[in-house]
């Protein structure tokens, strides 16, 4: 290829993750056949990654499920081809959640601590506090909860006031930010209908990708820069010095990386340099909203030898009877702000597993493969994916909470049988074989997970301000650039269909 002169085409699509891939699709279904995909690393997919493991299993590092299933059109378009060949694309494995404490064992469905009705009050608590009210300023989702305790103390009792703040952060793991970095106001939302756990999303990436031209695909390919020129036309400069001009550009990359972008100098990785600069509307919208970091950690057995009672598990961050005397004999929130601060939070060298809570996904019983799926939230992950090599280290951080679901689901302790040439299977044990840990805040063109909420963020003005684009030639998809389906990988997928549609409506 000749690198000196621009290669001309009618649409350039930054990023072949599944917004980038349902975009060229759509180009292609309505007639446009001058397209190109310029993806910086050496797969397709983004932050939808299937990946193969012990005895050939499969598990997807990134999104998982389709959610909202009512309403979700990737999903309906997946039960309709499923309908058609028979192929089995995705099972219902929503389910009633087994909670565990170290010292307590099982709190789920206690007839004293109703734990579960607890948390159907506070969702409510927070939506009266701020959706019927005027003027409520946002605050953390763990201030949110140390409120509901002082008003509601004298209605609790004190082993509900123990465990019930340790059980509602489960919600961490559904923005992958722990409970004081995340937003009060945004911690609950609505689903809109069951969730699928989808077998695998590699079949979704394959099915869309091999719905236009291979040949549009070009990997290994880093943007450096996007020239919007006098002439109306977008220069895109690539890092191995291919020069393209187009017509149109959709970018879909992470928000987190393309946030670099906002940065007046600097040569960070996946940074795109915009000339002229991101409109000051999208500056200001990256400061409204920011990115959380959901990290999983396969856990895979050579059978399964534990009870298939439930597909979800969170073991609890650990609680004390300090804590419950505190909330008793406190004045006020600000004096409960206080006395919780002098504990101050753990280095991470000194973390353990019983210092946040986690999610299990027991495949076992949901999809019939002997591994669990773990959960994890920021900062957490940070530093679990920096050690994500280390097998052996990332086992014995998390055995004492496998060990303790394993007790709960009528098993005994997990074996290590990565290593090991000795032959467990015979014995009804659980043996461990391999772990597999995901990459996305090691991954520069992911930089996490996708778009989360801080105290005081709004979603809406990014999503406003990318549906508008750079310009009308310059345009923006991904999962932070929609209302429905934002951080859902439909999302993403919806947007691209969008950005191609608009481009197909203005070229033709």
Known sequence: MDTALPVKKAVIIIGAGIAGLKAASTLYQNGIRDCIILEARDRIGGRLQTVTGYQGRKYDMGASWHHDTLTNPLFLEEAQLSLGDGKKRFVFDDDNFIYIDEERGRVDHDEKLLLEIIDNEMSKFAELEFHQKLGVVDCSFFHLVMKYLLERRQFLTNDQIRYFPQLCRYLELWHGLDWKLLSAKDTYFGHQGRNAFALNYDSVVQRIYQSFPQDWLRLGCEVKSIT??????????????????????????????????????????????????????????????????????????????????????????????????????????????????????????????????????????????????????????????????????IFKFFQPVLNKIMKCLDSEDVLDGMNSLENHTAANKPVLKNVIVSSWTRDPYSRGAYSACFPGDDPVDMVVAMSNGQDSRIRFAGEHTIMDGAGCAYGAWESGRREATHISDLLQ
């Not at 149109?248 to 987190?256: A, G």
């Not at 990386?257 to 915009?274: A, C, E, K, T």
């Not at 991470?348 to 999610?359: A, E, K, R, S």
């Open 228 to 393: 919007r020129e006098p002439s109306r036309n977008v220069i895109v400069n690539c890092g191995d010095g291919t020069v393209y001009n187009a017509d149109y550009t959709i970018i879909t990359v992470p928000q987190s990386v393309l946030n670099l972008s906002v940065s007046p100098s600097g040569d960070s990785r996946g940074r795109i340099q915009f000339q002229p600069a991101l409109q000051p509307v999208i500056k200001e919208a990256f400061k409204k909203i920011h990115f959380g970091a959901l990290g999983k950690v396969i856990f895979e057995f050579e059978k399964c030898c534990w009870s298939k009672e439930s597909s979800k598990i969170v073991t609890l961050a650990n609680s004390t009877d300090e804590f419950v005397r505190i909330v008793r004999n406190v004045k006020n929130l600000d004096e409960l702000d206080s006395m919780l601060k002098k504990k101050g939070p753990k280095e991470h060298n000194n973390i353990t597993c019983w210092d946040q809570p986690l999610l299990f996904v027991n495949l076992s019983k949901s999809t019939g493969v002997a591994s669990f799926m773990m959960l994890m939230q920021a900062p957490l992950t940070n530093f679990i994916e920096s050690i994500r090599e280390d097998k052996e280290r």
